[in-house]
């Protein structure tokens, strides 16, 4: 990995935790990942030995909602973007210097929550390719000054179920959703003229979370997860880098670092004991909470979903309602208001996951 300014270094998407659970016994790519690695292929072995996502085995596999999630995952590699759209949305990127407004106009168009654009920097780029046996291994050479990143919203009855099948569903139909936006924009750029490359559900060449707090799309809680305004953490996220001249946001602060050196309920609620209840660390010379991503990929593979607890208990994942929008203003404004309004959500909804849980069955019924 590449030194950065600041103590930064670049990631290899080898070492990222999927990557790492895709490698096989006897391929070419397991053998050279733990010649370099030997001290995770015990760990990871063992992770593999678990049953698969989505597959039969784990405790919370429901046949129906997992074949739906299959079918999501499966079309991403058989996406064809729509002709007329794409050739429509060129017309519009070709004449303008800035092409923001059309770009974001077209994904709001298209169903994206929200939509902004920063400066893509090195070191938000995997140094190398490491998901599929295909490409991996490869060298990223990503070149693009700019990031366009872009938001779907997550359904908020569905994340009530977590960590059952439903969720994990519903993050199949989101990452699909992604998909379909950032290859649409990315073949309307290049149409344009411009050069562009789509970053998707296990197809990315950067890091998005970072980027997305770049673009004044949120910022990182807790669990590492983005919290954007309105939906919390219920979002997926799409980008699309690029050559094409756009004006990039600035960060904003929505109140949720002082929200969350409180909060704690991500952490508390982890099934798996992978978040962090303490200060943050440095992790590549960043200051963030630290995850155990064995832990809880671990417990991914043993209910056979993608758990979604964390992302469900986060106060700020309440719907977009007026009370709730009322807190997160006056969170943005005065973030020492923080505990006040920490214990209110305990309050009105509880302060566990168990507790929610219970209350939103009663008010069901």
């Given amino acids: 990995m590449g030194a950065e300014a600041g103590g930064r270094s670049r990631v290899d998407e080898r070492d990222v935790i999927f990557a790492r659970a895709a490698r096989r016994?006897?391929?070419?790519?397991?053998?050279?990942?733990?010649?370099?690695?030997?001290?995770?292929?015990?760990?990871d072995d063992r992770l593999r030995a678990l049953p698969d996502l989505l597959a039969p085995g784990g405790s919370h596999y429901d046949e129906r909602l997992c074949n739906e999630a299959r079918r999501h995952s499966s079309a991403i590699d058989t996406i064809v973007a729509d002709r007329d759209l794409v050739g429509r949305w060129a017309g519009q990127l070709r004449g303008p210097s800035d092409v923001t407004g059309p770009v974001r106009s077209g994904l709001l168009r298209q169903g994206a929550y929200a939509v902004g654009f920063a400066a893509l920097t090195r070191r938000f780029v995997y140094t190398h390719k490491g998901r599929f046996d295909a490409d991996y291994g490869r060298v990223i050479d990503l070149r693009h000054p700019w990031a366009i990143v872009f938001l779907?919203?997550?359904?908020?009855?569905?994340?009530?179920?977590?960590?059952?099948?439903?969720?994990?569903?519903?993050?199949?139909?989101?990452?699909?959703?992604?998909?379909?936006?950032?290859?649409?924009?990315?073949?309307?750029?290049?149409?344009?003229?411009?050069g562009a490359k789509a970053h998707y559900d296990a197809h990315y060449d950067v890091i998005l979370p970072p980027l997305a707090v770049g673009a004044g799309l949120?910022?990182?809680?807790?669990?590492?997860?983005?919290?954007?305004d309105r939906a919390g953490t219920r979002v997926r996220i799409g980008a699309v880098t690029t050559d094409a001249p756009v004006r990039p946001g600035r960060p904003v602060s929505l109140g949720v670092d002082a929200f969350c050196r409180v909060c704690r309920k991500c952490a508390a609620a982890c099934p798996s004991r992978a978040l962090s209840e303490g200060e943050k660390v440095l992790v590549r010379g960043v200051p963030m909470w630290p995850t155990r991503v064995e832990r809880c990929y671990g417990y991914w593979r043993t209910v056979g979903t993608d758990c979604g607890i964390c992302m469900a208990v986060c106060p700020f994942s309440h719907p977009d309602a007026p009370l709730h929008r009322m807190v997160r203003a006056a969170l943005r404004r005065a973030p020492w208001l923080a505990p006040l309004a920490l214990r209110c959500d305990d309050w009105l909804y509880g302060r566990t996951w168990a507790e929610r849980q219970q209350r939103r069955h009663r008010s069901a019924g």
């Fill in 25 to 43: 016994p006897g391929t070419p790519a397991y053998e050279e990942y733990y010649a370099r690695r030997p001290e995770l292929r015990a760990l």
């Fill in 152 to 194: 779907v919203e997550m359904d908020f009855a569905a994340m009530g179920h977590a960590p059952a099948a439903a969720v994990i569903c519903e993050s199949a139909r989101q990452y699909y959703r992604a998909a379909v936006m950032a290859l649409t924009l990315e073949e309307a750029l290049k149409a344009a003229g411009f």
């Fill in 218 to 228: 949120g910022e990182m809680g807790r669990h590492n997860l983005l919290v954007a």
